[in-house]
């Protein structure tokens, strides 16, 4: 079964001077003069293309993704998604929080909502809709996709519409497994976020614990 009825003709991955939302614009122009040797752009997805796991977040923090051009690297969050993800065996090398550190993805590639970094971290509805041609086709893409793991309640609410379901149909919870109809699973979690470990929202057997229901649903 076809995950959309019909692909948007625009690539996976945006330009990385994607100007399709003006006040991130504005904002990555902040931060060019700001911090002049960051990455301060649209970040592509980072892993396998044929994963048949998607883990999809909200957008890029100003001093993680958006400084170094990855997905959840070289903050918090990904301290704990890519020491989970190795701990499943979906991941190799040693995560050393840079682009070029050789640190690998197996079965698993991970993807955002909104590819710009946005102010304080809320990108608005806009942006999550001007992004979502971008998600759509990155899912079209991967030709062995089975499993949506959404990082945080933003990033479900988004997936869902993206695939034009209704909200009330598949409510977010921690551990909660969708059986979407067309075909592929979505699996939540809480996001990996520093503030939901340290206040204890979310930790790392729980986290683990929601990929153990990635593991079983991909087989």
Not at 56 to 81: E, H, M, S, V, W
Not at 114 to 119: A, G
């Amino acid at each position: 079964m076809p995950l959309f009825d019909t692909v948007p003709d625009v690539p996976p991955e945006p330009a990385a001077d994607c100007t399709l939302c003006p006040r991130l614009v504005e904002f990555r122009r902040d931060n060019e003069a700001a911090y002049p040797s960051f990455f301060n752009g649209a970040v592509p997805s980072f892993g396998d293309e044929n994963a048949r796991i998607l883990v999809i977040g909200l957008a890029p923090g100003l001093k993680g993704a958006n400084q170094t051009g990855r997905p959840f690297t070289g903050d918090y969050a990904g301290d704990l998604l890519y020491k989970c993800l190795k701990t499943m065996g979906w991941a190799h090398g040693t995560y050393d929080k840079r682009p070029d550190d050789g640190f690998e993805l197996t079965n698993v590639m991970i993807t955002n909502a909104v590819r710009c970094v946005p102010p304080q971290n809320k990108p608005i509805g806009s942006e999550v809709n001007n992004c979502r041609p971008f998600l759509i086709s990155r899912m079209a893409a991967m030709p062995n996709l089975k499993v949506l793991f959404a990082l945080g309640k933003i990033a479900h609410d988004t997936t869902i519409r993206t695939f034009g379901y209704r909200l009330a149909d598949y409510k977010f919870a921690h551990e909660a497994v969708h059986q979407l109809p067309n075909g592929l699973v979505l699996i939540d979690s809480y996001h990996c976020s520093r503030y939901n470990v340290n206040t204890n929202r979310l930790t790392e057997d729980m986290f683990l614990s929601a990929l153990e229901l990635v593991r079983r649903e991909i087989g």
